[in-house]
């Protein structure tokens, strides 16, 4: 018979009544970041960008992005891949490429997939920060992702 603490009993029961986010149409899937001012993000706090959702900290930061997107694109953009809305359809460096299976590297939380391994050594020899840059601009973003459709 397996002995359980009342402590660890009631922990595991209160995890289990968390609401689920896992699905890109009910919100985050998981621990998104605020493209505003990098704190978590919540479901209820939202706009559209690129006809998907973006996801804010407040309703401070959902209307700083609505009076000027350009701004924050990058974020964005990043929080829609990582969200599962957005999806890689081609190599990030040579766009004409396809991805391929193991030529991958982490870019913010993202699994950025690449066609060879020069590839891989290109973004890997960029700092974290200009990785995001790189990868998540909105020309960048328009020729490596699109969009899931609902």
């Known amino acids: 018979m397996i002995w359980i603490r009342p402590a660890a ?8 009544a968390l609401p689920s986010t896992s699905t890109a149409d009910d919100g985050p899937k998981k621990t998104l ?12 706090f939202v706009a559209e960008h690129r006809g ?3 996801f804010f900290c407040s309703e401070h930061c959902a209307e700083e992005f609505a009076k ?8 964005a953009n990043l929080q829609l891949a990582l969200s599962g809305q957005a999806r890689q359809k081609v190599c990030a460096v040579m766009t004409r490429n396809p991805m391929k299976p193991g030529n991958t590297i982490d870019v913010g ?33 328009d020729k490596a992702f699109e969009i899931v459709k609902k």
Not at 9 to 16: D, F, K, P, Y
Not at 33 to 44: F, I, K, R, T
Not at 68 to 75: N, V
């Open 109 to 141: 939380g993202f699994v950025l997939g690449v066609c060879c391994g020069r590839c891989r050594s290109t973004v890997q020899a960029l700092p974290a920060d200009a990785r995001i840059a790189r990868f998540f601009e909105d020309k960048a973003f």
């Open 9 to 16: 009993a009631l922990a595991a029961v209160l995890l289990l």
């Open 52 to 54: 998907a959702k973006v």
């Open 33 to 44: 970041l605020c493209p505003v001012d990098g704190q978590p993000a919540q479901e209820s």
């Open 68 to 75: 000027g997107p350009a701004a924050f694109s990058i974020k």
